[in-house]
């Protein structure tokens, strides 16, 4: 597959944004940061570790809410800069409390900063890029590169966390000052705060209209991408469970050498991101962003499902063939979740719609975690995989229904039209 013709035709702004967000993604692994830090220099026990890494989960939340609502008003340029440059400012500081708790309650402001950038980034894409098959391309190219960076930082800190854990500080803070720069000097956006004819009625009638807010008037007006979003929360609670399911089953299945079965599953996963992105992203180009998802959705169900097999048979061979089904299943929802809100919000207000979604998502990832563990605990693991094939086999059928009431719609004005 010709990567070069894969990725064609994008503006230069594209391709540099694209390139900040996977140099960013190198030094984007604060979770794991959290748990290294303080299990590995701290001595803390894995439990009151995932507590830090909870807060930092809990945080993302009204992180990405606030960080759409601000790249609505102030640009999405400018919110991207400054959360990206207060982490590396507090990533640098890092060095002169290392040794202590300190450290850890820094690392969650910064999560908090990181996830303020989130829905910048998204809605900024969006903003460069025309079209969907345009936008499908730029939010592939970004989610391959931000894979890229994510396979590279933690493996090169990996050798340095340890015994140089300031380096890894300092390393993660130039990061994130170089894409920064990036932004700055070469991603050109032009007016970055465009307010439509409605969000000016809304700002000029706040004064008389308190109980008024302009996003729930633009959701009332999209009740279709309201559903959508609601919907996106199973997306998010199934994907969890390549972090969270997974390592038990290993555990469950492989005993021991659980967690170097998981290493290779995750291996797996960042193999096929990246041989199989610009493979599929080709194949599915002329396919809507809807009914990429609902594809995407049976591929869940398929590869999450059958480690239920391993209830039989122990064979690593199920494994691999499983992660490479729900990787595909990743791949067709991830680099088509965003553009279904792209071509259906205006843009004074694409920051907030993405941060909405984002914060959906956290929490699919943090409820997730816990619903499951209520399922494990009453029945074995191996049948969890069903009823996560089951929510897998919901969502692609949500996401049909939403084809259809789409559908219905559009039909319905045809009919309006002809009438009048």
């Known amino acids: 597959m010709n990567l070069v013709k894969t990725y064609a035709g994008l503006t230069k702004e594209i391709y540099f944004l694209c390139l900040a967000r996977t140099i960013n993604s ?20 894995v439990v009151s570790a995932g507590i830090f890494v909870s807060l930092a989960a809990l945080i993302s939340g009204p992180g990405v809410l606030l960080g759409g609502y601000l790249s609505d008003i102030m640009g999405k340029k ?18 002169f409390w290392s040794g202590t708790i300190a450290v850890a309650y820094i690392l969650i402001i910064v999560m908090f900063s990181i996830s303020v950038t989130r829905p910048a980034y998204n809605s900024l894409l969006i903003k460069l890029s025309t079209g ?33 854990i300031n380096f ?17 000097s070469l991603v050109k956006v032009v007016d970055d705060k465009v307010f439509t004819k409605f969000e000016k009625e809304s700002l000029n009638n706040h004064n008389s209209q308190h109980n008024s807010s302009p996003i729930l008037k633009i959701i009332m007006k999209r009740p279709l991408v309201a559903y959508f979003i609601i919907i996106s929360f199973l997306n998010y609670f199934i994907y969890m469970q390549a972090s969270f399911s997974i390592p038990i089953q290993m555990n469950s299945s492989f005993g021991e050498n659980g967690a170097a079965y998981y290493g290779s599953v995750m291996t797996i996963n960042a193999m096929c991101v990246i041989i199989l992105t610009t493979l599929i992203l080709s194949i599915t180009k002329k396919i809507t962003a809807i009914n990429s998802i609902a594809i995407g959705a049976i591929f869940y169900g398929l590869g999450f499902g059958i480690l239920g097999l391993l209830d039989y048979s122990t064979n690593f061979i199920i494994v691999a063939l499983s992660t490479i089904l729900w990787t595909v299943g990743e791949i067709l929802i991830q680099t088509n979740i965003n553009l279904y809100i792209a071509s259906r919000v205006p843009d004074t207000h694409q920051g907030r719609f993405n941060g909405l979604l984002l914060f959906v998502g956290c929490l699919g990832y943090t409820i ?8 494990i605990n009453n029945i074995d693991i191996e049948n969890v995989w069903l009823i996560i094939s089951a929510f897998s086999l919901i969502y692609s059928l949500c996401m049909l229904f939403l084809l259809y009431l789409e559908k219905r719609s559009i039909r319905g004005k045809l009919n309006e039209e002809l009438d009048f």
Do not use: H
Request: glycine share 10%.
């Open 26 to 45: 190198i030094g984007d692994f604060v979770f794991s940061l959290i748990t290294l830090y303080l299990t590995l220099q701290l001595g803390m026990n």
């Open 78 to 95: 400018t919110i991207i800069v400054g959360g990206q440059f207060l982490s590396s400012i507090l990533i640098m500081s890092c060095i």
């Open 132 to 164: 969907e098959k345009e936008r499908k391309s730029a939010f592939s190219l970004m989610y391959l590169g931000a894979n890229l960076g994510i396979a590279i930082g933690p493996l090169v800190a990996g050798y340095f966390m340890r015994d140089y």
């Open 168 to 184: 890894v500080f300092l390393g993660i803070s130039i990061v994130f000052l170089l894409s920064t720069i990036i932004i700055i």
């Open 368 to 375: 997730s975690p816990y619903l499951t563990g209520i399922f």
